[in-house]
Protein backbone atom coordinates (compact mmCIF):
# COMPACT_ATOMS: atom_id res chain seq x y z
CA UNK A 1 0.00 0.00 0.00
CA UNK A 2 2.93 2.32 1.28
CA UNK A 3 4.75 1.79 -2.35
CA UNK A 4 1.25 2.72 -4.52
CA UNK A 5 0.76 5.93 -2.27
CA UNK A 6 4.45 7.06 -2.68
CA UNK A 7 5.52 5.35 -5.82
CA UNK A 8 2.78 4.65 -8.40
CA UNK A 9 0.35 7.39 -7.55
CA UNK A 10 2.74 9.26 -5.60
CA UNK A 11 -0.60 10.91 -4.34
CA UNK A 12 0.43 14.66 -3.49
CA UNK A 13 1.20 16.28 0.04
CA UNK A 14 -1.65 16.76 2.43
CA UNK A 15 -3.03 20.11 3.15
CA UNK A 16 -2.12 19.34 6.76
CA UNK A 17 1.05 20.66 6.08
CA UNK A 18 -0.08 24.12 6.11
CA UNK A 19 -0.72 24.13 9.74
CA UNK A 20 3.27 24.49 9.60
CA UNK A 21 3.98 26.84 6.77
CA UNK A 22 4.99 29.39 8.94
CA UNK A 23 8.06 27.12 9.81
CA UNK A 24 9.09 26.04 6.22
CA UNK A 25 7.84 29.21 4.27
CA UNK A 26 4.86 28.00 3.23
CA UNK A 27 3.75 26.38 -0.47
CA UNK A 28 7.01 27.32 -2.22
CA UNK A 29 8.91 25.30 0.02
CA UNK A 30 10.21 21.64 -1.41
CA UNK A 31 8.50 20.25 1.41
CA UNK A 32 5.09 21.40 0.31
CA UNK A 33 5.69 21.73 -3.18
CA UNK A 34 4.05 20.09 -6.00
CA UNK A 35 4.66 19.33 -10.02
CA UNK A 36 6.98 21.31 -11.96
CA UNK A 37 7.95 23.40 -9.41
CA UNK A 38 8.76 20.82 -7.56
CA UNK A 39 10.89 19.31 -9.69
CA UNK A 40 12.74 22.28 -10.18
CA UNK A 41 13.42 23.35 -6.70
CA UNK A 42 14.67 19.80 -6.61
CA UNK A 43 16.85 19.60 -9.61
CA UNK A 44 18.45 23.18 -8.50
CA UNK A 45 19.14 21.90 -5.05
CA UNK A 46 20.13 18.29 -5.92
CA UNK A 47 24.01 19.29 -6.32
CA UNK A 48 24.33 20.07 -2.39
CA UNK A 49 23.16 16.87 -1.70
CA UNK A 50 25.40 14.74 -3.65
CA UNK A 51 27.94 12.55 -2.07
CA UNK A 52 31.30 14.11 -3.35
CA UNK A 53 29.98 17.47 -2.06
CA UNK A 54 28.37 16.27 1.79
CA UNK A 55 32.39 14.88 1.87
CA UNK A 56 33.68 18.72 1.82
CA UNK A 57 31.55 19.23 4.61
CA UNK A 58 33.29 16.99 7.03
CA UNK A 59 35.47 19.51 8.90
CA UNK A 60 31.71 21.86 9.25
CA UNK A 61 30.70 18.73 10.86
CA UNK A 62 34.03 17.79 13.11
CA UNK A 63 34.86 21.60 14.07
CA UNK A 64 30.84 22.09 15.27
CA UNK A 65 31.15 18.94 16.92
CA UNK A 66 33.79 20.01 18.83
CA UNK A 67 31.98 22.63 20.41
CA UNK A 68 29.91 19.69 22.06
CA UNK A 69 32.56 18.06 23.15
CA UNK A 70 34.32 20.73 25.29
CA UNK A 71 30.68 21.14 27.05
CA UNK A 72 30.90 17.34 27.80
CA UNK A 73 34.64 17.84 28.78
CA UNK A 74 33.22 20.35 31.73
CA UNK A 75 30.02 18.30 31.99
CA UNK A 76 32.18 15.04 33.18
CA UNK A 77 33.63 16.86 35.47
CA UNK A 78 30.65 18.56 37.11
CA UNK A 79 28.94 15.51 36.71
CA UNK A 80 26.11 17.01 35.82
CA UNK A 81 23.25 15.52 34.17
CA UNK A 82 23.36 17.01 30.63
CA UNK A 83 19.91 17.48 28.23
CA UNK A 84 20.91 15.50 25.18
CA UNK A 85 18.34 16.28 22.85
CA UNK A 86 18.50 19.63 23.54
CA UNK A 87 22.56 19.86 23.10
CA UNK A 88 22.18 17.67 20.08
CA UNK A 89 19.13 20.13 18.80
CA UNK A 90 21.35 23.44 19.31
CA UNK A 91 24.19 21.91 16.99
CA UNK A 92 22.72 20.27 14.40
CA UNK A 93 20.80 23.65 14.22
CA UNK A 94 23.95 25.31 14.52
CA UNK A 95 26.04 23.03 11.60
CA UNK A 96 22.63 23.33 9.17
CA UNK A 97 22.79 26.98 8.71
CA UNK A 98 26.46 26.73 8.43
CA UNK A 99 26.28 24.68 5.70
CA UNK A 100 23.34 26.06 3.98
CA UNK A 101 24.12 29.38 4.62
CA UNK A 102 27.61 29.63 4.65
CA UNK A 103 28.48 31.20 7.76
CA UNK A 104 29.43 29.65 10.92
CA UNK A 105 26.97 30.02 13.82
CA UNK A 106 26.88 30.01 17.40
CA UNK A 107 23.64 28.58 18.33
CA UNK A 108 25.24 25.79 20.44
CA UNK A 109 26.74 27.30 24.09
CA UNK A 110 26.80 27.19 27.30
CA UNK A 111 26.59 30.62 28.19
CA UNK A 112 25.10 33.70 27.21
CA UNK A 113 21.61 34.77 25.77
CA UNK A 114 20.05 32.21 22.96
CA UNK A 115 21.16 33.04 19.68
CA UNK A 116 18.15 34.96 17.87
CA UNK A 117 17.97 32.37 14.80
CA UNK A 118 17.29 29.69 18.21
CA UNK A 119 15.16 31.60 19.89
CA UNK A 120 12.68 32.68 17.32
CA UNK A 121 12.38 29.24 15.79
CA UNK A 122 11.81 27.76 18.88
CA UNK A 123 9.13 30.40 19.77
CA UNK A 124 7.65 30.09 16.32
CA UNK A 125 7.76 26.36 16.71
CA UNK A 126 6.20 26.40 20.57
CA UNK A 127 3.06 28.16 19.11
CA UNK A 128 3.04 26.39 15.97
CA UNK A 129 3.13 22.92 18.21
CA UNK A 130 0.77 24.31 20.84
CA UNK A 131 -2.04 24.94 17.98
CA UNK A 132 -1.56 21.42 16.83
CA UNK A 133 -2.31 20.24 19.60
CA UNK A 134 -5.64 22.29 20.73
CA UNK A 135 -7.88 20.50 17.54
CA UNK A 136 -10.88 23.02 17.26
CA UNK A 137 -9.77 26.29 18.01
CA UNK A 138 -6.28 25.77 15.21
CA UNK A 139 -8.94 28.20 13.19
CA UNK A 140 -8.43 31.08 15.22
CA UNK A 141 -4.37 31.36 14.67
CA UNK A 142 -5.42 32.52 11.11
CA UNK A 143 -8.71 34.12 11.64
CA UNK A 144 -8.78 35.68 14.83
CA UNK A 145 -6.47 39.02 14.14
CA UNK A 146 -4.43 39.48 17.37
CA UNK A 147 -3.98 35.89 17.30
CA UNK A 148 -2.66 36.94 13.07
CA UNK A 149 -0.40 39.41 14.35
CA UNK A 150 0.93 37.57 16.78
CA UNK A 151 1.90 34.31 14.33
CA UNK A 152 3.33 37.72 11.55
CA UNK A 153 5.46 38.80 14.46
CA UNK A 154 7.05 35.56 15.26
CA UNK A 155 7.41 34.85 11.73
CA UNK A 156 9.28 37.86 11.16
CA UNK A 157 11.80 37.88 13.95
CA UNK A 158 12.42 34.30 12.57
CA UNK A 159 13.00 35.70 8.67
CA UNK A 160 15.17 38.75 10.47
CA UNK A 161 17.36 36.13 11.81
CA UNK A 162 18.76 35.08 8.68
CA UNK A 163 17.46 36.88 5.72
CA UNK A 164 20.40 39.03 5.74
CA UNK A 165 22.92 36.39 4.77
CA UNK A 166 20.37 35.34 2.02
CA UNK A 167 20.39 38.77 0.61
CA UNK A 168 23.91 38.78 0.70
CA UNK A 169 24.49 35.19 -1.29
CA UNK A 170 21.53 36.77 -3.52
CA UNK A 171 23.75 39.20 -4.32
CA UNK A 172 26.95 37.72 -4.40
CA UNK A 173 25.53 35.40 -7.35
CA UNK A 174 23.77 37.70 -9.34
CA UNK A 175 28.07 39.29 -9.20
CA UNK A 176 27.15 42.35 -7.39
CA UNK A 177 30.11 42.41 -5.05
CA UNK A 178 31.08 45.88 -5.00
CA UNK A 179 27.41 46.89 -3.58
CA UNK A 180 27.69 44.00 -1.33
CA UNK A 181 31.14 44.83 -0.06
CA UNK A 182 29.90 48.43 1.24
CA UNK A 183 26.94 47.24 2.82
CA UNK A 184 29.05 45.10 4.79
CA UNK A 185 31.36 47.26 5.70
CA UNK A 186 28.57 49.30 7.25
CA UNK A 187 27.41 46.05 8.76
CA UNK A 188 31.01 45.52 10.31
CA UNK A 189 30.06 48.82 12.44
CA UNK A 190 29.19 47.98 15.65
CA UNK A 191 25.47 49.21 16.49
CA UNK A 192 24.55 50.46 19.51
CA UNK A 193 23.20 47.45 22.12
CA UNK A 194 19.82 46.62 22.56
CA UNK A 195 18.40 47.67 19.48
CA UNK A 196 14.60 46.72 17.97
CA UNK A 197 14.30 44.22 15.46
CA UNK A 198 13.96 46.20 12.80
CA UNK A 199 16.81 47.80 13.51
CA UNK A 200 18.36 44.56 14.13
CA UNK A 201 18.66 43.45 10.08
CA UNK A 202 14.69 42.20 10.04
CA UNK A 203 12.26 42.88 7.19
CA UNK A 204 12.30 46.77 7.77
CA UNK A 205 15.85 46.73 7.30
CA UNK A 206 15.59 44.36 4.44
CA UNK A 207 18.32 46.44 2.20
CA UNK A 208 21.29 45.94 4.41
CA UNK A 209 23.45 43.17 4.86
CA UNK A 210 23.68 43.20 8.51
CA UNK A 211 23.46 40.71 11.27
CA UNK A 212 21.94 40.78 14.41
CA UNK A 213 23.85 42.83 16.75
CA UNK A 214 25.17 40.95 19.73
CA UNK A 215 25.33 37.64 18.91
CA UNK A 216 24.18 36.59 15.33
CA UNK A 217 27.53 34.46 13.10
CA UNK A 218 30.51 33.89 14.32
CA UNK A 219 33.60 36.06 12.21
CA UNK A 220 35.53 33.44 10.12
CA UNK A 221 38.82 34.49 11.51
CA UNK A 222 37.46 33.44 15.20
CA UNK A 223 36.82 30.14 14.31
CA UNK A 224 38.43 27.55 11.88
CA UNK A 225 35.46 26.66 9.92
CA UNK A 226 36.79 25.25 6.75
CA UNK A 227 34.18 25.71 4.29
CA UNK A 228 34.32 28.86 2.38
CA UNK A 229 30.58 30.61 1.98
CA UNK A 230 30.82 30.78 -1.87
CA UNK A 231 30.49 26.23 -1.78
CA UNK A 232 28.09 26.70 0.71
CA UNK A 233 24.30 24.59 0.00
CA UNK A 234 22.54 28.33 -0.69
CA UNK A 235 25.40 29.23 -3.12
CA UNK A 236 25.49 26.07 -4.82
CA UNK A 237 21.88 26.25 -5.77
CA UNK A 238 21.79 29.97 -7.09
CA UNK A 239 24.69 28.57 -9.40
CA UNK A 240 22.50 25.93 -10.61
CA UNK A 241 19.66 28.05 -10.93
CA UNK A 242 21.81 30.51 -12.79
CA UNK A 243 22.79 27.78 -14.96
CA UNK A 244 19.74 26.74 -15.78
CA UNK A 245 18.38 30.00 -16.33
CA UNK A 246 15.60 30.03 -13.59
CA UNK A 247 15.13 32.93 -11.67
CA UNK A 248 14.62 32.20 -8.11
CA UNK A 249 12.50 34.97 -6.11
CA UNK A 250 13.74 36.19 -2.54
CA UNK A 251 10.59 34.73 -1.21
CA UNK A 252 11.33 31.18 -2.90
CA UNK A 253 14.77 31.35 -1.84
CA UNK A 254 13.83 32.20 1.79
CA UNK A 255 11.46 29.29 1.93
CA UNK A 256 14.15 27.01 1.08
CA UNK A 257 16.33 27.69 3.41
CA UNK A 258 13.66 27.86 6.12
CA UNK A 259 12.66 24.28 5.06
CA UNK A 260 16.07 22.80 5.25
CA UNK A 261 16.65 24.54 8.61
CA UNK A 262 13.43 22.75 9.78
CA UNK A 263 13.90 19.77 8.27
CA UNK A 264 17.54 18.79 8.75
CA UNK A 265 18.21 19.51 12.12
CA UNK A 266 15.80 18.07 14.47
CA UNK A 267 15.13 14.62 12.64
CA UNK A 268 19.52 14.36 12.73
CA UNK A 269 19.60 15.31 17.12
CA UNK A 270 16.52 12.86 17.56
CA UNK A 271 18.16 9.50 16.08
CA UNK A 272 21.73 10.47 17.75
CA UNK A 273 19.74 11.45 20.63
CA UNK A 274 18.28 7.98 20.62
CA UNK A 275 21.05 6.39 19.29
CA UNK A 276 22.78 7.47 22.87
CA UNK A 277 19.95 6.21 24.60
CA UNK A 278 19.84 2.65 23.02
CA UNK A 279 23.76 2.58 23.36
CA UNK A 280 23.25 3.03 27.30
CA UNK A 281 20.79 0.19 27.67
CA UNK A 282 23.16 -1.76 25.20
CA UNK A 283 26.61 -1.70 26.32
CA UNK A 284 27.71 -5.08 24.81
CA UNK A 285 26.88 -3.07 21.41
CA UNK A 286 28.68 0.49 22.84
CA UNK A 287 31.96 -1.79 23.58
CA UNK A 288 31.46 -3.11 19.75
CA UNK A 289 31.19 0.09 17.93
CA UNK A 290 33.92 2.11 20.41
CA UNK A 291 36.23 -0.53 19.28
CA UNK A 292 34.96 0.24 15.28
CA UNK A 293 35.90 4.04 16.10
CA UNK A 294 38.95 3.68 18.07
CA UNK A 295 40.47 0.84 15.10
CA UNK A 296 39.41 3.61 12.15
CA UNK A 297 39.77 6.93 13.28
CA UNK A 298 42.55 5.79 16.20
CA UNK A 299 41.75 9.31 18.57
CA UNK A 300 42.16 11.42 15.80
CA UNK A 301 39.04 14.02 14.33
CA UNK A 302 36.98 11.13 11.46
CA UNK A 303 37.83 12.47 7.69
CA UNK A 304 35.30 12.01 5.56
CA UNK A 305 37.10 8.95 4.29
CA UNK A 306 37.23 7.32 7.94
CA UNK A 307 32.84 7.90 7.96
CA UNK A 308 33.04 5.49 5.18
CA UNK A 309 34.53 2.45 6.98
CA UNK A 310 32.71 3.32 9.53
CA UNK A 311 30.57 0.01 9.06
CA UNK A 312 29.05 -1.07 12.67
CA UNK A 313 28.43 3.04 13.42
CA UNK A 314 26.24 3.07 10.12
CA UNK A 315 24.61 0.12 11.22
CA UNK A 316 23.90 1.97 14.81
CA UNK A 317 22.03 5.00 12.62
CA UNK A 318 20.18 2.46 10.60
CA UNK A 319 19.17 0.64 13.82
CA UNK A 320 18.36 3.67 15.72
CA UNK A 321 16.12 5.04 12.20
CA UNK A 322 13.93 1.96 12.39
CA UNK A 323 13.11 1.66 16.08
CA UNK A 324 12.53 5.86 16.48
CA UNK A 325 11.87 7.09 12.88
CA UNK A 326 11.64 11.23 13.80
CA UNK A 327 9.76 11.67 10.42
CA UNK A 328 6.48 11.06 8.31
CA UNK A 329 4.90 12.04 5.35
CA UNK A 330 1.10 12.50 4.79
CA UNK A 331 -0.44 12.44 1.17
CA UNK A 332 -3.86 13.42 0.00
CA UNK A 333 -5.63 11.34 -2.73
CA UNK A 334 -7.98 13.36 -5.52
CA UNK A 335 -11.47 12.52 -4.97
CA UNK A 336 -12.67 9.18 -6.25
CA UNK A 337 -9.12 7.77 -5.86
CA UNK A 338 -9.42 4.28 -3.91
CA UNK A 339 -6.78 1.84 -2.17
CA UNK A 340 -7.45 -1.81 -1.76
CA UNK A 341 -11.02 -1.16 -2.52
CA UNK A 342 -11.63 2.04 0.34
CA UNK A 343 -12.16 4.92 -0.75
CA UNK A 344 -9.81 7.40 -0.01
CA UNK A 345 -10.20 10.06 -1.87
CA UNK A 346 -9.71 13.45 -0.04
CA UNK A 347 -8.84 11.74 3.45
CA UNK A 348 -5.43 12.90 4.52
CA UNK A 349 -3.07 9.62 4.59
CA UNK A 350 -0.27 9.06 7.03
CA UNK A 351 2.47 6.44 6.53
CA UNK A 352 3.14 5.27 9.86
CA UNK A 353 6.99 4.04 10.11
CA UNK A 354 6.96 3.47 13.34
CA UNK A 355 4.61 0.40 13.07
CA UNK A 356 6.18 -0.55 9.69
CA UNK A 357 9.72 -0.75 11.24
CA UNK A 358 8.43 -2.68 14.18
CA UNK A 359 6.40 -5.03 12.51
CA UNK A 360 6.96 -8.82 13.36
CA UNK A 361 5.76 -9.98 10.22
CA UNK A 362 8.34 -8.11 8.47
CA UNK A 363 11.00 -7.98 10.66
CA UNK A 364 10.90 -11.45 12.73
CA UNK A 365 10.00 -11.63 16.52
CA UNK A 366 13.05 -9.19 17.92
CA UNK A 367 11.90 -6.19 15.81
CA UNK A 368 11.43 -4.35 18.95
CA UNK A 369 14.79 -5.23 19.70
CA UNK A 370 17.97 -2.78 19.38
CA UNK A 371 19.97 -5.17 17.36
CA UNK A 372 22.64 -3.06 14.97
CA UNK A 373 24.11 -6.76 13.46
CA UNK A 374 20.69 -7.10 11.81
CA UNK A 375 22.18 -4.59 9.11
CA UNK A 376 25.27 -6.58 8.30
CA UNK A 377 23.26 -9.71 7.36
CA UNK A 378 23.13 -8.62 3.55
CA UNK A 379 21.00 -11.92 2.23
CA UNK A 380 18.73 -11.44 5.39
CA UNK A 381 18.18 -7.96 5.09
CA UNK A 382 17.79 -8.16 1.05
CA UNK A 383 14.92 -10.32 1.67
CA UNK A 384 12.95 -7.49 3.80
CA UNK A 385 10.33 -5.47 1.55
CA UNK A 386 12.20 -2.51 0.08
CA UNK A 387 8.84 -0.69 1.51
CA UNK A 388 9.64 -1.95 5.38
CA UNK A 389 11.86 0.72 5.78
CA UNK A 390 11.42 4.25 5.12
CA UNK A 391 12.64 6.72 7.60
CA UNK A 392 13.47 8.67 4.60
CA UNK A 393 10.03 8.24 2.59
CA UNK A 394 10.55 6.41 -0.29
CA UNK A 395 9.50 7.62 -4.04
CA UNK A 396 10.69 10.58 -5.86
CA UNK A 397 9.76 12.23 -3.01
CA UNK A 398 12.08 10.67 -0.66
CA UNK A 399 14.25 12.99 2.01
CA UNK A 400 16.48 15.08 -0.35
CA UNK A 401 18.81 15.39 2.96
CA UNK A 402 19.19 11.64 3.49
CA UNK A 403 23.11 11.22 3.04
CA UNK A 404 23.82 14.32 4.60
CA UNK A 405 21.65 12.86 7.43
CA UNK A 406 23.40 9.34 8.32
CA UNK A 407 27.13 11.42 7.35
CA UNK A 408 26.10 14.00 9.59
CA UNK A 409 25.12 11.36 12.57
CA UNK A 410 27.98 9.24 12.13
CA UNK A 411 30.63 11.89 12.42
CA UNK A 412 28.63 13.31 15.99
CA UNK A 413 28.79 9.55 17.10
CA UNK A 414 32.42 9.04 16.08
CA UNK A 415 33.64 11.58 17.84
CA UNK A 416 31.45 11.60 20.98
CA UNK A 417 31.86 8.21 21.48
CA UNK A 418 35.84 7.99 21.21
CA UNK A 419 36.01 10.62 24.20
CA UNK A 420 33.32 9.35 26.42
CA UNK A 421 30.05 6.94 27.52
CA UNK A 422 26.97 7.77 28.66
CA UNK A 423 24.30 6.76 31.43
CA UNK A 424 21.01 7.17 31.10
CA UNK A 425 19.96 9.52 34.56
CA UNK A 426 15.92 9.29 33.61
CA UNK A 427 13.83 7.91 36.54
CA UNK A 428 11.73 5.96 33.54
CA UNK A 429 12.80 4.31 30.28
CA UNK A 430 12.24 6.71 27.32
CA UNK A 431 9.61 7.20 25.34
CA UNK A 432 8.43 8.72 22.13
CA UNK A 433 6.91 12.41 21.81
CA UNK A 434 5.89 14.13 18.97
CA UNK A 435 6.23 17.85 17.60
CA UNK A 436 5.69 17.33 14.01
CA UNK A 437 8.90 15.25 14.48
CA UNK A 438 9.23 12.83 17.17
CA UNK A 439 12.29 12.88 19.64
CA UNK A 440 12.73 11.23 23.24
CA UNK A 441 9.92 12.40 25.84
CA UNK A 442 12.26 13.13 28.46
CA UNK A 443 15.11 15.16 26.50
CA UNK A 444 17.97 11.54 26.96
CA UNK A 445 19.32 12.94 30.08
CA UNK A 446 22.53 11.33 30.14
CA UNK A 447 25.72 11.63 32.91
CA UNK A 448 28.79 11.93 30.70
CA UNK A 449 31.50 9.64 31.52
CA UNK A 450 35.25 10.33 30.07
CA UNK A 451 36.83 7.60 28.92
CA UNK A 452 40.46 6.84 29.91
CA UNK A 453 42.18 6.08 27.12
C1 LIG B 1 17.70 11.55 10.32
C2 LIG B 1 17.42 12.65 9.65
C3 LIG B 1 16.28 12.80 8.68
C4 LIG B 1 15.12 12.09 8.57
C5 LIG B 1 14.67 10.90 9.40
C6 LIG B 1 14.37 12.68 7.49
C7 LIG B 1 13.15 12.20 7.04
C8 LIG B 1 12.44 12.74 5.98
C9 LIG B 1 11.16 12.29 5.53
C10 LIG B 1 10.36 11.15 6.15
C11 LIG B 1 10.79 13.07 4.49
C12 LIG B 1 9.46 13.03 3.73
C13 LIG B 1 8.63 14.15 4.34
C14 LIG B 1 7.30 14.36 3.69
O1 LIG B 1 6.93 13.63 2.77
O2 LIG B 1 6.62 15.28 4.11
C15 LIG B 1 11.84 14.03 4.27
C16 LIG B 1 11.83 15.00 3.30
C17 LIG B 1 12.74 16.01 3.21
N1 LIG B 1 13.88 16.15 3.96
FE1 LIG B 1 14.54 14.89 5.37
N2 LIG B 1 15.07 13.72 6.99
C18 LIG B 1 16.25 13.84 7.68
C19 LIG B 1 17.25 14.76 7.47
C20 LIG B 1 17.21 15.76 6.54
C21 LIG B 1 18.26 16.71 6.31
C22 LIG B 1 19.61 16.70 7.02
C23 LIG B 1 17.80 17.59 5.37
C24 LIG B 1 18.48 18.77 4.76
C25 LIG B 1 19.71 19.10 4.94
C26 LIG B 1 16.47 17.17 4.99
C27 LIG B 1 15.67 17.81 4.08
C28 LIG B 1 14.48 17.31 3.59
C29 LIG B 1 13.71 17.95 2.54
C30 LIG B 1 14.01 19.28 1.88
C31 LIG B 1 12.62 17.12 2.29
C32 LIG B 1 11.53 17.32 1.23
C33 LIG B 1 12.01 16.60 -0.04
C34 LIG B 1 11.03 16.65 -1.19
O3 LIG B 1 9.82 16.63 -0.98
O4 LIG B 1 11.52 16.67 -2.33
N3 LIG B 1 16.15 16.06 5.72
N4 LIG B 1 12.84 13.81 5.20
Known sequence: MAREVLLTKNYPKSFTYSSFYSLIGGKKSLITSEGEAWHQLRQIFNPGFHYQYLKSLVPVFTSNTDRL????????????VVPMHLLLTKLTLGIICEVVLGEPFEVLKEEGPEHSLYSSYMELMNIVVWYLNSPGIEWTRDYLPWNAYRMWRLEKKYTASMIWIIKKRLAESKGTPEVSKSKMLKALIPKPAGGSMEEEGGPACIT?????????VVQ????SSPHSSDACILSLALKTAKEKGVQMDLDTVLAQVKSFLFAGHDT???????????????????DKMVEEIRQVCGGAVPTADDLSKLTYVGCVVKETLRMWPPAGTTRIAPKG????GYDIGGHPLYIPHYCLHRDPQ??????????PERWLDEIKIGQVDAY?????????????????AVLEAKTLLAMMYSKFSFQYAGSVPERQTFQITSHPLNGAPMRVIKRTQ
Do not use: H
Open 208 to 216: AYQQPSGEG
Open 388 to 404: AYQPFSKGPRDCIGQTF
Open 337 to 340: STLK
Open 362 to 371: LWGEDADIFR
Open 69 to 80: LRILERKSVSQE
Open 268 to 286: TASTVAWAVYELSCNKVIE
Open 220 to 223: KTQM
